[in-house]
């Protein structure tokens, strides 16, 4: 990546203050001694003797070798000023000068010292504090021009913490605004009972685990009930990323560190959060063979471990922390005395889904009549965050549709927005393509449909979405369950291949549109064999690693050449049978799939219901020929 800015600041900077040096000096030279010098008017020699005739002139000075006369007079608003005129031979000056009186009915004082110069203190001021103070902005607008120029605003700010710090109950959230993590809300609740009540622990001699780390993927609220946690418990609340300690200088972290339990301590009791602690908290056991074991990283994280062993917990200072990637924390900073307390923060459940929706339905203007559970059966392995951007995308569609009021078809139109993107209503199929994506379509809900132990159809589309998707089905399940049989996930894939097994059947080809199908049949089949035990080659057997769970990483292989050859045999001989069921199934209602793929061509969009209506509708009876009576 290209970098702005000089090769060499020390240069650069140097070159800076030469030109501000010459600056300085230029106004010294011009500008300065203008500003010092009093104000002189030149006036003509009759000017001066109408003056001085009429009483205006206090002080007179002649100088014979510049030729110039010098006095100090009354102007027209009876204000003294200096004036000046051009020296003439004139005898009677002299006879003039005696016997002119100034203005206050003196004599004229002749050859006395008209000040042309400011006072000793202007002169001061303008030779001496307004350079400096000249150079000290110039040098600070110089220092953060540069520290801009290498690392931002704050790249000199040495020991200083960057954490928000809320006071009180400033967060503005409690539990109430938590919804879908019961169990992790309880583990807190013990901590904030701690700070309410400390002494109904201290009396039985049990002391508060001194820190507390929320696993859990991300969107699922754990920022959310860190600061619900300070809430409720109305005290102080720092709150700071785990990226904001490294910084270019090293140890500047570790000094970040250091005023942040600084100020922890003077606050307490208090709350210090660390968001995306694994930023500094990775193990060095991966950093030792690059580094050396003396990088930025591990002075911090070695400084966060001597501060959290040097405080006392029962002074009411909490640490609470944040990551989804718990497996890269170095096992020093999770031992007990430390981080020894471990609260998931999971996906919610479907009861939970549905608390969150109400929960985020209470900003906005939904209609009494919304069925959140329904909601919340669509849209399975949502996270918190995702559910609320659903809710506002519903608000969104309701307020293009002139309504003021959210109502359900809003909200499902949220889900499918959220899951496959918004509608391409600008890309129009043609005839080809629109009747292979029906049938493809239709194929997988009649797969779905015919096999036992496979969620309804809720939906079937073939307009196209902002994802890529031609199409798609929309399965919702009855009732979440937590558990995967075998032959679920058998009969998950056959749904899978049963977009490709109606094109194979109607067509006798077929298209890229099943790509998204096979990767996700390949990966649940792959899954099946090496990390659910569902193998009968290979039994109870584990062959792969899950890397970064809570962000949905891909598993590794943790077997020999040999064995991989094996597993990838057993994964096709899955998806081939499974690929062979959903032919089946197709093929013993190949007259529903063409009536299907017709209604919906007709329609684009069709609902379950629609869908299982038109499939258990048995068939009108052929009328048979009528028969003549004989007469």
């Known amino acids: 990546m290209k970098t702005t800015g000089p090769k060499n600041p020390k240069k650069a900077l140097i070159y800076y203050y030469v030109a501000a040096v010459v600056i300085l000096l230029l106004l010294n030279a011009l500008v300065f001694p203008n500003i010092m010098r009093r104000s002189v008017t030149e006036v003509s020699y009759n000017r001066f003797v109408t003056d001085l005739e009429e009483g205006k002139v206090s002080v007179v000075q002649e100088d014979a070798s510049n030729g110039t006369i010098t006095y100090q007079a009354l102007d027209e608003n009876s204000k003294e000023r200096i004036y000046q005129t051009a020296w003439v031979n004139d005898p009677d000056r002299v006879e003039r000068l005696l016997e002119a009186k100034n203005p206050e009915g003196g004599e004229v004082e002749y050859g006395g010292v008209i000040p042309t110069k400011t006072s000793p203190i202007m002169n001061l001021l303008f030779s001496v504090l307004l350079p400096v103070l000249f150079m000290v902005l110039l040098g600070q607008l110089l220092m953060r021009f540069m520290m801009k120029r290498m690392g931002g605003s704050n790249a000199m700010s040495f020991g200083k913490s960057n954490a928000k710090v809320y006071v009180e109950a400033q967060t503005g959230k409690t539990f109430a605004d938590v919804a879908g993590q019961d169990e992790a809300k309880e583990a807190l609740a013990e901590i904030v009972d701690f700070l309410h009540n400390p002494s109904k622990y201290n009396s039985i001699g049990a002391t508060l685990p001194k820190g507390a780390l929320l696993v859990g993927p991300p969107g699922t609220g754990k920022t959310l009930l860190a600061k619900a946690v300070a809430g409720e418990a109305g005290v102080p609340f720092f709150s700071i990323a785990g990226s904001e300690f490294v910084e270019m200088f090293v140890g500047m972290g570790a000094a970040r560190v250091r005023d942040l339990f600084k100020q922890a301590a003077e606050k307490a009791p208090c709350i210090v959060f660390i968001d995306e602690i694994d930023t500094i908290g990775k193990s060095r056991d991966n950093a030792a063979g690059i580094s050396g074991g003396n990088d930025e990283r591990e002075q911090t ?278 690929h062979a069921k959903a032919m089946e199934i197709l093929k013993d209602n190949v007259d529903k799939l063409h009536e299907l793929a017709t209604f919906l061509m007709e329609r684009e969009t069709i609902t379950g219901e629609e869908f299982m209506e038109i499939l258990n509708r048995q068939p009108e009876p052929t009328a048979p020929a009528q028969q003549q009576l004989p007469g």
């Open 301 to 578: 994280l070695n400084q966060l471990l001597t501060e959290m062993d040097g405080f006392d917990g029962s002074k009411g200072v909490i640490i609470l922390a944040a990551t989804n990637r718990p497996e890269t924390l170095d096992k020093a900073l999770l031992r007990p005395g430390r981080f020894d307390r471990r609260i998931p923060v999971e996906l919610p459940d479907l009861e939970g889904r549905a608390a969150i929706l109400k929960v985020h339905a209470k900003k906005v203007m939904v209609d009494e009549n919304v069925d959140f559970m329904a909601i919340a059966r669509a849209t399975s392995g949502a996270s918190g965050a995702e559910l609320a951007n659903m809710v506002n995308e519903a608000a969104l569609r309701a307020v293009k549709q002139n309504r003021r009021i959210v109502n359900q078809s809003d909200l499902m139109e949220a889900v499918e927005t959220v899951i496959a993107g918004y509608q391409r209503k600008n890309k129009v199929l043609n005839p080809r393509e629109k009747r292979i994506v029906a049938y493809h379509e239709i194929g997988h809900a009649l797969v779905a449909a015919k096999q036992t132990n496979s969620a309804p159809v809720a939906k079937i589309t073939i307009v196209p979405r902002t994802s890529g998707a031609l199409g798609y089905t929309l399965q919702v399940p009855e009732e979440e369950t937590n558990l995967l049989s075998r032959e679920e996930a058998f009969n998950k894939i056959a749904t899978f291949t049963g977009g490709r097994a109606a094109e194979e059947l109607i067509f006798g080809s077929y298209t890229s549109g099943a790509s998204n199908d096979i990767e996700q049949a390949t990966r649940l089949a792959r899954n099946m064999v090496t990390r659910l035990g569902m193998s009968k080659e290979f039994d109870m057997m584990a062959l792969a690693t899950v890397n970064s769970q809570y962000l949905g990483g891909d598993a590794s292989l943790a077997c020999s050449e040999g064995t991989a050859e094996k597993i990838d045999q057993e994964v096709l001989e899955l998806i081939k049978s499974a």
